[in-house]
């Protein structure tokens, strides 16, 4: 019978040893990946200026500083918006598409109305497609810059002055602007 104690005995000290073991590499993948979410907006963002994916655009104004008009080429900007849930308002673009040359200003208007019986502050946040379109699409004045209140019932055009930079890579033909609004009421009070 001793025997078999110190068979017991060595397998639950066996058995206590492969849970510790257990623990510990369970609590090392919980702080890997805590470590990795915490990292994981500036490895994204490392990753979208390498690869030129997200298109994000710049959210201060640019000067216009082109080096000439590239009237032999012609680009198609296309305008999306879209409303984030839970802003009831109308958002447009005044015209759905403009053709521009590289290097050309050109001033387009958007439409925003606040179908709401209250206040809201709105704020526009805009992207490119494709991403690495963005680099080359140069906003010199944009309602985006600002937070935009509207009264209830109220309407508003806003303006977005922009070139495309001559620099463009020939093979993009057409890019897409697109807004996403937010009410950022409580956030602007």
């Known amino acids: 019978m001793s025997s078999d104690t110190n068979s017991a005995k060595s397998n639950k000290n066996n058995t206590l040893a492969?849970?510790?073991t257990t623990v510990k590499k369970l609590l090392l993948v919980v702080l890997a990946m805590f470590g990795f979410g915490f990292l994981l907006v500036p490895l994204y963002d490392v990753f979208c200026d390498i690869t030129g994916l997200n298109g994000k655009t710049s959210n201060?104004?640019?000067?216009?500083?082109?080096?000439g008009i590239d009237s032999s080429r012609t680009v198609k900007v296309q305008f999306i918006t879209r409303?984030?849930?839970?802003?009831?308002?109308?958002?447009?673009?005044?015209?759905?598409?403009i053709n521009v040359h590289p290097g050309e200003m050109k001033v387009v208007s958007f439409y925003a109305?606040?179908?709401?019986?209250y206040d809201i502050t709105g704020q526009a946040v805009p992207s490119v497609s494709p991403g690495l379109?963005?680099?080359y699409f140069h906003k010199i004045e944009c309602f985006c810059f600002?937070?935009?209140?509207?009264?209830?019932g109220s309407d508003v055009e806003m303006g977005l002055q922009f070139y495309v930079d001559i620099?463009?890579?020939?093979?993009?033909?057409?890019?897409?602007?697109s807004y996403t609004l937010y009410d950022i009421?409580?956030?602007s009070s």
């Open 60 to 67: 201060t104004a640019a000067s216009y500083n082109t080096t």
């Open 18 to 20: 492969n849970n510790n």
């Open 83 to 97: 409303n984030a849930k839970g802003i009831p308002w109308q958002f447009e673009p005044v015209i759905n598409e």
């Open 146 to 152: 600002t937070q935009q209140p509207l009264t209830a």
């Open 113 to 117: 109305k606040n179908n709401a019986s």
């Open 185 to 187: 009421s409580e956030k």
């Open 133 to 135: 379109a963005a680099n």
């Open 167 to 177: 620099e463009l890579p020939s093979d993009i033909n057409t890019l897409t602007l």
